[in-house]
């Protein structure tokens, strides 16, 4: 009976003690995690002090290993033995510094944070959509680093510090590194989304999945937050006899896309729940069809000279690629600026310039009409 009493007592979590409590800002949180058996025992203590490498990979561990359970990989490093340090270089969370050297007691950066977390998120099997916030110190932010900050920030997972500043290079704390453990643990919990692959008449199903829900900081003006989610389509390519494969239809994006085999899908919204169900279907054309023709309109407005119209095909998603011509046309007492769509002048379009076209809706086999028209600036010299 002492050693089962002396059991329970071990495996009760410590809550933070009183002579070493957590900012008033982040007690709350740091407790929460303690009590989820999120946070070594040995980084309970010190929570206002810069976290190291190693330490962080000691959090990510456990929380890696309390979901996906233990990691068995190992990547050895010459200047430390922490089996944590380990673990998460075998599953691509960390790496060396150069010269098979980890450096386990350097401090942690908050850019640096950000892009471990995102690698902890994803070797967990959640991705992140990535909006770029407009930070005052934002150009501090390393280009290696800007794509995790911004996957990390729209989460809600890492925020700014004060005076709408991120700080990049400042340091990463125990209290803070801990509440964004708490916070990638939480976002976890939202549940899962299925995708589902009717090849509609045709053979080479890819395999049904399901992807991980994400937090999002967005939300409406009722107070509803939204979720995101996010996959890479498979490369897999259905047959049918008789028909060319058009690419994917989806019903959470009903009529409004067709995506294509390797395409990034990812959404962003309220209505994201645990257990939605969304299905791609293939979307077939019967080959020797005729597709739409897009007629490409050079409208000179009051000049001369101007391209000849171009008749394009469209592509497997209704749109029509074109590249503008070189060919400038000429109006006597006038300059000409460049050739704009519906008439606007809002949006100048350069000769030269590539563009893909939806005229309209993306009817496959519809043809249709662009005009554009020159336009031209008064010459006062």
């Not at 790496?95 to 070797?123: C, H, I, K, W």
Request: proline share 5%; with cysteine; charged share 15%.
């Amino acid at each position: 009976m002492l050693v089962l009493a002396l059991c329970v007592t071990l495996s009760t979590p410590t809550l933070a003690v009183d002579n070493e409590q957590p900012s008033s800002w982040a007690v709350d949180q740091v407790n929460a995690a303690i009590a989820a058996n999120l946070v070594p025992q040995s980084l309970q203590s010190r929570y206002s002090q810069a976290i190291t490498r190693a330490e962080f990979c000691a959090l990510a561990v456990t929380l890696f290993e309390s979901i996906r359970g233990e990691i068995t990989g190992r990547v050895i490093f010459a200047d430390t033995n922490d089996v944590n340090v380990e673990k998460m270089a075998a599953i691509g969370v960390v790496s060396g510094v150069g010269n098979n050297r980890f450096a386990p007691y350097d401090t942690l950066t908050r850019e640096q944070a950000a892009v471990m977390l995102s690698r902890l998120a994803g070797a967990m099997g959640m991705r992140f959509s990535a909006v770029y916030p407009s930070f005052d110190d934002g150009d501090n932010i390393s280009e290696w680093a800007s794509l995790e900050v911004a996957q990390m920030w729209f989460a809600g997972i890492m925020s700014g510090v004060s005076n709408n500043t991120f700080l990049p290079k400042g340091n990463y704390t125990r209290e803070q590194s801990i509440i964004t453990i708490l916070r990638l643990f939480n976002a976890f919990q939202l549940g899962t989304v299925s995708i589902i692959y009717n090849v509609n008449g045709g053979d080479g199903v890819p395999s049904d999945h399901e992807v991980h829900i994400a937090p999002s900081i967005g939300g409406d003006e009722f107070g509803v937050t939204w979720q995101q989610f996010m996959f890479t389509i498979p490369d897999e390519i259905p047959a049918r006899g008789g028909y060319v494969f058009r690419g994917w239809v989806s019903d959470y994006f009903p009529g409004l896309d067709i995506h294509e085999a390797g395409e990034l899908f990812q959404a962003v919204g309220i209505h994201i729940v645990d257990g939605l169900t969304i299905t791609l279907s293939a979307e077939w054309i019967e080959e020797g069809t005729p597709v739409g023709i897009v007629t490409f309109i050079f409208d000179p407005n009051g000049g001369t000279d101007a391209p000849q119209n171009q008749c394009v095909e469209k592509t497997f998603r209704g749109q029509a690629d074109i590249r503008i011509p070189d060919t400038i046309p000429t109006r006597p007492g006038f300059v000409f600026l460049g050739w704009t769509v519906f008439d606007r002048l809002d949006d100048i379009i350069l000769p030269g310039t590539f563009m893909s076209i939806s005229p309209g809706e993306t009817d496959l086999y519809r043809d249709d009409a662009v005009t554009f028209y020159a336009a031209w600036a008064e010459d006062i010299t």
